[in-house]
């Protein structure tokens, strides 16, 4: 069900040539910018009615206009279930909690005596948050994405989500009931490259989307080459690709806990990774006897969870040792990785890549996708080694703002001619002569 990859009796090797000994699904971003690149095209010269075309042609459904009305987004919330709304309002309660003291403050250096350097943040204008559909209905995604932008003080949130022939071409009644609880009421029935394409472009017709500057959430690796095809036009978060766990576990694991956590995230996509790190061989055996029940009494066994275990991006990776273990998941950086060893407070505070830490047997991954006040929008495919997940600092810009005195410009501007010349930009050093009659001030 799930293959072993055995790094034990050797000295690991560095860098890439780890990397290229770990489990990682195959997923070729720059061989679908060709199929995404028409479609862009295509909204960016014809707006609404592309997106509600291509949107035809995957989602099965023809709609009259993107823009979902306010009334289906309030009923969706009065239909809500009632349980399903008490929890959503828990996980949007503690991502507040959590986001809120994210927030930079400004900050101003008094660099010499009349000189300051002022770091002011200022959010993002206006934002398009992608929420997918497909597989799974994502309300967690809106709440992940739309709390840390309103944190920001973002002022335009706007909401896609692709359109779902069951429900009349609107996306899915659960998606608009998180977006009313959380005051948003600007959403679009536009899923994939379409979506992406909507927000970069805007589409000008009545009922359509005005253009956004940044664009964030998850998506199929469609949404990812749309938003590489984009980027510059566009911000962007992430090229979001398949889900990862990895779990880095000792002999004091419950193997029980162990196998419920991968199958926890196989049940996302075929693509989806489970990767096992372990000193222990005892622990890798048992974890694969569970994994036998546990998938057999799980839902979603023959199109996501078996290929997704079974697959290529997923293994029992056995080591030496916990050191050698976390050289291994740091080499990895996993989307999602779970620390269940001796000890396991310390060994997460020496993990360097990862795009989350969860920490023990009683924070598993499946508490972060909806409940911790984490969030769950992260780096993959190894991304966790420079890049961090969705967060308020997401949707902030830094602008430094100079104020010198003349006093304090004349102290240095030795210094800037000095530079200006080294560098062959004499205009450069003239800009600050100019303003002491061509004279640089004497020191």
Known sequence: MISRIDLRGEALPEGAA???????????????????????????????????????????VRIDSIRVPAAAIT????????????????????????HREQRRTTHTTQVVPGGTVTEKWVPVERVGLYVPGGRSVYPS????????????GVEG???????????????????????ALLGVDEVYAAGGAQAVAMFAYGTPEEGGCAPVNLVTGPGNIYVAAAKRLLKGRVGIDAEAGPTEIAILADSTADPVHVAADLISQAEHDPMAAAVLVTDSAELAAATEAELVPQVAASKHITDRIEPA?????SAIVLVDSIDAGLKV?????????EIQTADAAAVAGRVRNAGAVFVGPWSPVSLGDYCAGSNHVLPTGGCACHSSGLSVQSFLRGIHIVD??????AEVTH??????????????????????????PQQ
């Open 18 to 60: 780890l990397r290229d000994l770990l489990p990682r699904a195959e997923f070729d971003v720059e061989a679908a910018l060709e199929t995404v690149r028409p479609i862009c095209e295509d909204v960016r010269h014809r707006g609404s009615a592309a997106v509600i075309e291509w949107g035809e042609k995957f989602d099965g």
């Open 75 to 98: 009923g969706a919330l009065e239909g809500l279930d009632p349980a399903v709304r008490a929890a959503l309002e828990e996980s949007i309660r503690r991502a507040r909690l959590v």
């Open 141 to 152: 995604s809106v709440v992940m994405n739309v709390v840390p932008a309103q944190e920001a």
């Open 157 to 179: 949130i706007a909401v896609a989500s692709p359109p779902q022939k069951e429900f009349g071409g609107l996306p899915h009644p659960t998606i608009l009931a998180a977006c």
């Open 309 to 313: 275990l079974a697959g290529r991006q």
């Open 329 to 337: 998941v740091d080499a990895y950086g996993a989307e999602h990785l």
């Open 404 to 409: 010198y005195t003349r006093d304090a410009l």
């Open 415 to 440: 210094h800037v001619v000095t530079l200006a010349e080294a560098e062959d930009l004499p205009a450069h050093g003239a800009a600050l002569k100019a303003r002491f009659g061509w004279k640089v």
